[in-house]
């Protein structure tokens, strides 16, 4: 495995309350997205754990070699990590990260207290090329394919804040891409086991996960107490754009009403 590119490292930040907060990053990024939203919650005395995915922050070919699996069992081990040393945990993530946090609510609801996801990717893409990707896949033809054309172009950094880099990846490895469909299929199926408070971030002009992976989130889910708010002055990797504050002041908001 490639070194760790800077910034990109894994983060526990020990605070003092008895509630911790599990942050996960998105698809071919890395938790240098997610850091200014760990610190603010770390800030107001909460213990936030920053996992880095398997395969992410090192090199798109680390990446490559990894499974939709190895991605959760990451968010799960990190998970498992808080639960019993604290009275509760929340979950939350961004993009793909926020599909994860979704999952952990679906497949361990005792253990997850809320979730807070922001542009979550749930859905598939209406690409022309997808299905013939997952037909390819299917019988075993994808490696051949993936030995001429490994990637295709990155979709890393859409921030409209200046400045602003997330540490992820200019090339996306199709046979993870692949792996980010089969996961998002296995969500959406279960969403509506996702029961907890539920707190849904949305960037009406996102260039990677349309709006309505937010709307679909916000429909499909068990959730009772659920609140979807927008962030109009940012794109896709919101943690770091400019309605960045909004989100960390309505995380606290939102983990102090349901704690």
């Known amino acids: ?88 945990v929340y979950v939350g993530g961004l993009s793909m990260g926020g599909a994860l946090a979704l999952r952990l609510a679906e497949q361990r609801s005792a253990d997850v207290a809320g979730v807070m996801v922001v542009n979550p990717g749930v859905r598939r893409p209406d690409r022309t090329d997808v299905p013939i990707l997952l037909a390819l896949d299917r019988v075993g033809l994808l490696g051949p394919l993936t030995k001429v054309m490994p990637t295709v172009p990155g979709i890393s950094n859409d921030i409209k804040k200046p400045g602003q880099d997330e540490v992820a ?27 907890q408070p539920l707190m849904v971030f949305t960037a009406p002009e996102d260039h990677v996960a349309e709006p309505v992976n937010s709307d679909i989130v916000m429909t499909e889910t068990g959730s009772r107490r659920k609140t979807k708010v927008l962030l109009p002055e940012s794109y896709h990797v919101a943690t770091l754009d400019n309605d960045a504050q909004t989100i960390f002041a309505e995380s606290l908001e939102f983990i102090l009403r349901h704690g």
């Open 169 to 195: 990846y200019d090339q996306v490895p199709i046979k993870s891409g692949i792996q980010l469909l089969k996961l998002q299929e296995d969500v959406r199926g279960n969403l509506p086991q996702v029961t």
């Open 1 to 88: 495995m490639a070194d760790i590119r800077p910034g990109a490292e894994p983060a526990r930040l020990e605070g003092d309350a008895d509630t911790a907060v599990l942050l996960i990053h998105g698809f071919t990024g890395s938790p240098a997205s997610i850091h200014p939203w760990a610190e603010s919650l770390h800030t107001n005395g909460y213990t936030v754990a920053v996992p880095r995915l398997p395969g992410h922050g090192t090199t798109w070919q680390d990446m490559e070699r990894t499974t939709w699996q190895d991605w959760y069992a990451a968010a799960e081990q990190a998970l498992d990590e808080l639960v019993g040393q604290y009275r509760q």
